[in-house]
């Protein structure tokens, strides 16, 4: 079974900074393509930022273009989420997401999420 482990939510003041992580075990990661997705209360999940297998492509919802920065370790099987000048709107779960190669583009697996609080 595939595990995505999410880390580094937290509270943060507007303006500040977090890093998320998710490592997962997966023996294809060097070949996914993976996703970052977040949740705000009330609101349906929506799209955040997907970097390619090689990480040479990079996308962002409009939103957090210019303040979030995507990355990847292949040799660690990890994926980042580097968020800076945050604010409130930002606040949700945050989740990782799997979509494998020849999927389409369709994300097939997830990770459990992560908190993020940004107060005003």
């Known amino acids: 079974q595939v595990q995505l482990v999410e880390s580094g939510g937290g509270l943060v003041q507007a303006g500040g900074s977090l890093t998320l992580s998710c490592t997962t075990s997966?023996?294809?990661?060097?070949?996914?393509?993976l996703g970052w997705f977040r949740q705000a209360p009330g609101k349906e999940r929506e799209f955040v930022a997907s970097?390619?297998?090689?990480?040479?492509?990079?996308m962002y919802a409009d939103s957090v273009k210019g303040r979030f920065t995507i990355s990847r370790d292949n040799a660690k099987k990890t994926v980042y989420l580097q968020m800076n000048s945050l604010k409130p709107e930002d606040t949700g779960v945050y989740y990782c997401?799997?979509?494998?190669?020849?999927?389409?583009?369709?994300?097939?697996?997830w990770g459990q999420g992560t908190q993020v609080t940004v107060s005003s």
């Open positions: 970097i390619s297998w090689r990480g040479e492509i990079t």
């Open positions: 997966r023996r294809t990661f060097s070949s996914d393509n």
């Open positions: 997401a799997v979509s494998p190669l020849g999927s389409g583009g369709q994300y097939d697996y």
